[in-house]
């Protein structure tokens, strides 16, 4: 981060072997959806199940094990809201993006658009968390944000 110094870390609390592991993705459509992850982003299908009615899968990056989407599809649910542009989303309360580190945001903007995924905007930087950074999304409106550290 730019000019913030992070706070020191607190080993004695409670929580301090908590990592971040996935983020649920609710789409009506298992097969489409799974088919969008792996496709555009060449995710990876590391595990599927089905609960409550629903179909499930554990999706990772290309090369990444750490970080998963959970993709819950299938049912009825809600269609919400589907935002084209970034600031419209910035006026509703809920679940807004998950992130994804790349090593160039243009580069990665240019194969995403040349495979037809939805690109809102172009991408910026944002000097306060040294990063520069651009939003796509899903076919179903769920916001997915790359980041690329700057310089």
Known sequence: MADQAAPARNPSSPFASARGHHVAVRVPDYAEAKGWYTEKLDFRVLAEWTWAGLELAYLAPP????FYVELFGGGNPDPGTYYTNVIDSLERPSYHHFALHVDS???ALAELDRRGVTIFGRPFDLKEINSRLALIGDPWGNMIELSERLG
């Open 63 to 66: 090369n990444d094990d750490d």
């Open 105 to 107: 945001v243009d580069d």
